[in-house]
């Protein structure tokens, strides 16, 4: 017979996120579960599900209700901002993530926070839907809500090529437009608290793949630090940062986020070196290999791997594939209860 679990989901993702003990493992999604296989089961499918509250509490219930995850994540893109602020976005059919069709933002001394941004139908919808969310599920799940953080926000509105450009050409340029930015994860961060969310996922993809670790420290550094103060002191605050990141994994120390969400890129060992205590890791599952395309035993081994390497939090390293198989998605969840249970 399964041990009697004496936490609540919610009270347990809260503590492990806080490098607290708990009955067992946590099952976290800092983003994304949906797919094809559970808007079908649900009726709630994309792109409606981006935008009608109703079908995006619906779709992201399944996390929890058909996958068994101690989490709901209702932000499934990471474009809501981004269409609130003015980016035209092509929301796609239902196997396909939206895109941005333009970038608006030309003259960058300009831009400022719109006076009703909470009130512009993609983020009300959000905070809907998180609302919905805590209501039906009160402490039993974690909510999690999510922001997009400043510099991911300059990549929307200016288009990346021409940002990472005035990186080098218009540093000061940058600085302040990152400065006035950071307010939209702030203003919403607060919101989504107020509406329900238990935990925060903040997006930011300074990422090694386009800008160095020094880029990092000089420009987007001291804006984490200011956020991390600025934000719900209650609320674990998760840094997503998709790609390589060693090599500034010791500046995400120092921002006073709770936690940091990995991709599969970086070991699991070096960024527990790396993190020394200072943030609670989570993540590390490959997207493409092993959830879309690897069998269940496959997932079974990855996720056996990384909580041998120590990592406690194991979950996706980004918004999974819409066309994963839920199978693969479950077999996660059980890898982490089964490994649980023979620790106790």
């Not at 649900?42 to 599900?49: L, M, R, S």
């Not at 940058?174 to 919403?188: I, N, S, Y």
């Not at 060693?246 to 060992?269: I, K, V």
Request: hydrophobic share 45%.
């Amino acid at each position: 017979m399964a041990a009697r679990e004496q936490m609540a989901g919610c009270e347990r993702v809260l503590a492990a996120l806080r490098g607290r003990d708990v009955d067992r493992l946590p099952l976290i999604t800092p983003t994304s579960v949906a797919t094809v296989e559970s808007m079908t089961a649900t009726g709630a499918f994309f792109p409606e599900a981006h935008t009608d509250p109703h079908k995006m509490a619906a779709l992201a219930a399944t996390g929890h209700e058909l996958l068994g995850f101690d989490t709901v994540a209702p932000y499934f893109s990471i474009l809501l901002e981004a269409a609130a602020l003015g980016c035209t976005v092509d929301w796609n059919p239902v196997d396909a993530m939206p895109a941005i069709k333009n970038n608006p933002l030309q003259k960058w001394e300009e831009w400022r926070l719109p006076t009703n941004f909470l009130d512009r139908q993609p983020i009300k919808a959000l905070l809907t839907a998180i609302s919905l969310l805590k209501k039906r599920y009160g402490h039993r799940v974690a909510v999690v809500g999510k922001v997009i953080g400043p510099w991911t926000l300059a990549y929307h509105l200016c288009g990346v090529q021409n940002f990472l450009l005035g990186l080098v050409l218009e540093p000061e340029a940058v600085r302040d437009l990152l400065g006035r930015l950071v307010a939209v994860p702030l203003l919403l961060a607060a919101a989504e608290v107020e509406a329900g969310a238990d935990v925060l996922t903040w997006a930011d993809h300074a990422t090694g793949d386009l800008v160095s670790a020094t880029a990092y420290r000089e420009f987007l550094l001291p804006l984490h630090q200011r956020a991390v103060k600025e934000l719900p002191a209650d609320v674990p605050v998760i840094l997503h940062t998709c790609g390589r990141v060693t090599d500034r994994l010791g500046y995400f120390t120092q921002t006073g986020f709770t936690a940091f969400h990995f991709d599969s890129r970086n070991p699991p060992a070096e960024l527990l070196i790396l993190a020394n205590g200072r943030l609670t890791l989570v993540g590390g599952i490959n997207n493409p290999q092993t959830l879309l395309n690897g069998r269940v035993a496959e997932v079974k081994v990855e996720v056996e791997r990384l909580l041998k390497a120590g990592i406690r939090l194991v979950a996706p390293e980004c918004a999974v594939p819409l066309r994963t198989p839920n199978q693969n998605l479950k077999a996660v969840v059980q890898a982490v209860r089964d490994f649980s249970r023979r620790q106790r």
